[in-house]
């Protein structure tokens, strides 16, 4: 009795065009198989700066909302979008040797998962507020206290404490570690590219979520007047573990749940008006991909909005 070789290398080519029949199997094209080839340069930085994810988380947000960083949100969606780089990270276990017990073997067996640092390199802003978010960020990690307290959160930064006494605490993680993601997605998302209000595919995205993740190292950032470039900053950020989320095309985020309408969930979602364009586009933007045309103002917080934000005159 024969048996089938799993091992097998053929087929040993493909055709151009046209797929190929391989005892039954379809063998793609080279056409079908390397025309949709994934691109680096379409991916999307979420850091959720609008919404907190918790009582302790909610310290955090207020703190860079008093800096002057986050209290505006048409300049809060733009954060995530000045990413000018991202590395993901690569997936690492620690492995162990097992010898001796076996004559002549030594085995090696996984015993922990190891998560390396991720970068993402931003582009500054003229007002430099991309720069102070992580300053800030790492000011209210590690405060730095003089005789009178802690340093306090204000728009004009660390003024009044360049006395030499004055020393460093650092506060509890859980008042600044965050959920980050970076999503995966292709250039294609739009049903129609030339018409401003195309709805977008239901294409696969790709989602790390980065879990417990707080800053540790702003890189140098060189100076020269050598000719002028665009001004970027990398930021090497720590976390406890990541987790991969292939998904259609929903916004992703740890914040934001799907609302849903029991009684109407069919209804098409109409166009959303506050008088504000940066909230309108946001709420536009996601209902149109959600089964449901109700938003109310926890909505508007948990899509990125600072807490207080006004909804305005409401849907119609």
Same mark, same amino acid.
């Given at each position: *009795?024969?048996?089938?070789?799993?091992?097998?290398?053929?087929? &040993?080519?493909?055709?151009?065009?046209?797929?190929?029949?391989?005892?039954?199997?379809?063998?793609?094209?080279?056409?079908?198989?390397?025309?949709?080839?994934?691109?680096t340069?379409?991916?999307?930085? =979420?850091?959720?700066?609008?919404?907190?994810?918790?009582?302790q988380?909610?310290?955090?947000?207020?703190?860079? =909302?008093?800096?002057?960083i986050?209290?505006?949100?048409?300049?809060?969606?733009?954060?995530?979008? *000045?990413?000018?780089?991202?590395?993901?990270?690569?997936?690492?276990?620690?492995?162990?040797?097992?010898s001796?017990?076996?004559?002549?073997?030594i085995?090696?067996?996984?015993?922990?998962r190891?998560?390396?640092?991720?970068?993402?390199?931003?582009?500054?802003?003229?007002?430099?507020?991309?720069?102070? &978010?992580?300053?800030?960020?790492?000011?209210?990690?590690?405060?730095?206290?003089?005789? =009178?307290? /802690?340093?306090?959160?204000?728009?004009?930064?660390?003024?009044?404490?360049?006395?030499?006494?004055?020393?460093?605490?650092?506060?509890?993680?859980?008042?600044y570690?965050?959920?980050?993601?970076?999503?995966?997605?292709?250039?294609?998302?739009?049903?129609?590219?030339?018409?401003?209000?195309?709805?977008?595919?239901?294409?696969?995205?790709?989602?790390?979520?980065?879990?417990?993740?707080? /800053?540790?190292?702003?890189?140098?950032? /060189?100076? =020269?007047?050598?000719?002028?470039?665009?001004?970027?900053?990398?930021?090497?950020?720590?976390?406890t573990?990541?987790t991969?989320?292939?998904?259609?095309?929903?916004?992703?985020?740890?914040?934001?749940?799907?609302?849903?309408?029991?009684?109407?969930?069919?209804?098409?979602t109409?166009?959303?008006?506050?008088?504000?364009?940066?909230?309108?586009?946001?709420?536009?933007?996601?209902?149109?991909?959600? /089964?449901?045309?109700?938003?109310?103002?926890?909505?508007?917080?948990?899509?990125?909005?600072?807490?207080?934000?006004s909804?305005?005159?409401?849907?119609?």
């Open positions: *009795m024969s048996r089938a070789n799993t091992y097998r290398v053929d087929p &040993l080519y493909v055709k151009m065009t046209t797929p190929r029949d391989i005892g039954g199997s379809t063998l793609p094209s080279v056409q079908q198989m390397f025309g949709n080839l994934s691109l340069s379409q991916f999307k930085v =979420s850091m959720f700066l609008g919404g907190a994810t918790g009582e988380d909610n310290k955090l947000i207020k703190y860079l =909302s008093d800096c002057g986050t209290n505006d949100s048409s300049k809060t969606l733009t954060y995530d979008f *000045m990413c000018a780089e991202a590395v993901l990270p690569g997936a690492t276990f620690d492995v162990g040797e097992e001796g017990s076996r004559q002549g073997i085995e090696r067996f996984p015993n922990r190891v998560y390396s640092d991720f970068n993402l390199t931003f582009y500054v802003d003229n007002e430099y507020n991309i720069i102070r &978010l992580f300053e800030e960020w790492m000011n209210f990690i590690n405060p730095i206290n003089r005789r =009178s307290g /802690p340093q306090t959160a204000q728009d004009s930064g660390q003024v009044g404490f360049e006395d030499r006494f004055n020393h460093f605490r650092f506060r509890y993680p859980d008042q570690k965050r959920i980050i993601s970076i999503t995966k997605f292709e250039r294609d998302f739009l049903v129609n590219p030339n018409n401003p209000n195309s709805p977008t595919k239901n294409q696969n995205l790709l989602t790390y979520q980065f879990i417990d993740a707080f /800053p540790t190292n702003i890189t140098a950032l /060189p100076l =020269s007047y050598e000719g002028s470039t665009i001004t970027k900053t990398t930021i090497n950020f720590s976390y573990r990541y991969t989320i292939k998904h259609a095309g929903v916004e992703m985020s740890p914040n934001t749940p799907r609302p849903k309408d029991p009684a109407n969930p069919d209804k098409p109409p166009p959303y008006k506050s008088g504000n364009p940066a909230i309108d586009n946001a709420i536009n933007s996601y209902s149109n991909k959600q /089964p449901s045309p109700y938003f109310d103002q926890n909505s508007v917080n948990k899509l990125g909005f600072p807490a207080g934000t909804l305005g005159i409401g849907n119609g």
